[in-house]
């Protein structure tokens, strides 16, 4: 399990898609410290809310775009081994869910080391760190990962699962938020799966979503045992 989740995490880290990345996240949170005049004036934040703008920016992007993000570049982690047949060599090696779960914790290891820079860097200019933010964006990104894994294990076929990503990329947060303000009683019950209801309460109700994501890794790895390499 370890093996292939460094593998994982080594292999997402090559090239330049780590730094493009944290890039996009720094570039987000100085223009959330930019603006945060603007959005202190308009939602009544207060001093604190404000400094801790360059956090929040970057919790804000996970929460919007970082389905799409995840699914990107890992949407095809398990059935891209199955279709070109490299599976059933890692199946010799070790069991199906030591498989599942490197792939999951290295693609996870891998978000959280960018989100950890991206921190680190913005807290050097805030002279702040918020750790309870940086703990609601790990959340939803076990979240994201997780549901990831689940769909690459569930549909056989890597062109599907490209589909899918810039679909439910788009159209996930859209759904999700609407679900989490939305009064109908008929389809709210469905925000209690999502992570957006968790997120907008400012407590460690958080914790619930990763508990979610280890009920859709459950769910995944029933389904993979299940499928023929």
Known sequence: ???????????LLKGTKSLVVVFIFLITAYYSAKFSPLMTATVD?????AKDMYTVGILFLVVILGQLFVMGLSHDS????????????LITRTSRTNILLGKYFGILLFWVL????SFF?????????????????????TYQVALTIMLSAMISKPGMTMFLSVILGIAFPIVGIWLALTSKAWIAWLKYITPYYYLERDDWTCLVIVLIAGLM????NAVFGRREC
């Open 114 to 117: 960018c989100i950890s820079v």
């Open 78 to 89: 398990i059935n891209r081994e199955m279709h070109e047949r490299t599976m059933r060599f």
């Open 1 to 11: 399990m370890f093996v292939i989740g460094k593998k994982e995490c080594f292999g």
């Open 45 to 49: 934040l207060n001093a604190r809310e």
């Open 217 to 220: 890794l459950v769910i995944a």
């Open 121 to 141: 860097i913005t807290s050097l200019f805030s002279k702040s760190f918020h750790f309870f933010i940086f703990f609601q964006t790990i959340c939803i990104l």
